[in-house]
């Protein structure tokens, strides 16, 4: 076998550090898919606490309510983030994609959920 033209050898570097780059793409995109869900239970979490109290949540500002939910994140809660993560990717569907973020069209219909 010949050796490589310089083309090729260009091609094949090319190749490879577009392979490089699409996998640290992939990977902070599965954090930052972590995080926000963490976040998200945490807050969930913290709102649900609230409300069995029987306090309302809008008498708590958004920074408080962070606060709290940031106090309460532990491994358990990455961990139910990562179930949460692997369930939605089985089922195909994703929160970013979800039709209620985009100008609450489903409202009138029931479809989307409340926001406190």
Request: charge should be positive.
């Amino acid at each position: 076998m010949a050796t490589q033209s310089y083309r090729e050898r260009m091609k094949a570097q090319r190749a490879a550090a577009r392979v490089k780059r699409e996998a640290e793409k992939a990977e902070r995109h599965r954090h930052v898919a972590l995080m926000s869900e963490v976040r998200r239970l945490s807050l969930e979490a913290v709102k649900a606490n609230i409300r069995a109290r029987g306090d309302r949540v809008t008498l708590y500002t958004y920074a408080q309510l962070r606060t709290q939910a940031d106090a309460m994140i532990g491994p358990w809660l990455v961990a139910m983030a990562k179930e949460n993560i692997a369930e939605r990717r089985l089922m195909g569907t994703s929160v970013a994609h979800n039709s209620c973020s985009k100008g609450r069209s489903n409202d009138s219909q029931g479809l989307c959920p409340s926001i406190d």
